[in-house]
């Protein structure tokens, strides 16, 4: 397994305004991931974010309003910029650990759970 | 893209007995099917998985089976106990040759309560 951690763990913020993310896993992993879980719903890909690349966005999300960085194999943030009341969500990075099946799997960090007024 | 369809939304069963939570996926590309347990205010937690190469899977109380033909997949709990009570979710996911995995695609959900 792997453990990950997220910063903040929770925020409000005013709409116009945006927030980073940061998530810090304690070992290399090649593939790394943001979901956004809105209030009593699923799970939602935003993008994968891979080192040394761009992040490959899902439909539905754009870079312009959740950049994006990788500096290395241990660390990723997501921005939430400009953000308005419908971003009020929980957000999760999550990690694609290594290794040969069926050691591999992915699990997810504690979530940042973000209310926009 | 992946479409993963998850039934039912909400499920009470009575203490000692078994719980069923199917899906179905849309992509016959995908090859990988885990399962998580959410618990309110937590994140979730992956309870089994299982790859296409094989039928089923089974660890303690909990199962799951896989019809690759039918683009289908299932959650067998046996032996319910009250801490099973949480919300269920499904997910699908291409595992790639060069290592790793496309992110998931997640069903809507199932609320299991396990009644007393």
């Known amino acids: 397994s792997a453990v990950i951690s997220q910063k903040p763990s929770r925020d409000i913020c005013q709409r116009g305004t945006s927030l980073t993310i940061q998530c810090q896993v304690d070992?290399?992993?090649?593939?790394m991931f943001w979901y956004r879980q809105q209030p009593g719903q699923s799970l939602t890909l935003i993008a994968t974010a891979n080192q040394g690349s761009e992040a490959t966005y899902e439909s539905g999300f754009v870079i312009d309003k959740f950049p994006i960085s990788r500096p290395n194999l241990t660390f990723s943030t997501l921005t939430v910029s400009n953000m308005s009341p419908e971003d009020s969500s929980i957000y999760l990075c999550?990690?694609?650990?290594?290794?040969?099946?069926?050691?591999?799997?992915?699990?997810f960090g504690p979530g940042t759970r973000l209310t926009v007024l | 893209g992946e479409n993963v369809e998850q039934h039912p939304s909400t499920l009470s069963v009575q203490e000692g007995d078994s719980a069923v939570i199917k899906c179905t996926y849309s992509d016959s590309a995908s090859n990988y099917f885990p399962w998580y347990k959410q618990e309110l205010g937590k994140r979730p937690q992956l309870i089994i998985d299982i790859r296409s190469n094989v039928g089923e899977k089974k660890d303690q109380r909990i199962a799951v089976t896989l019809n690759k033909t039918a683009k289908h997949f299932s959650l067998h709990i046996t032996e319910t106990q009250p801490e099973d009570s949480a919300v269920y979710f499904c997910a699908a996911s291409t595992t790639l040759l060069r290592g790793g995995a496309d992110g998931l695609t997640f069903g809507k959900g199932t609320h299991l309560i396990i009644q007393p």
């Open positions: 999550s990690v694609w650990t290594s290794g040969r099946a069926p050691y591999n799997e992915q699990f």
């Open positions: 070992s290399q992993v090649t593939m």
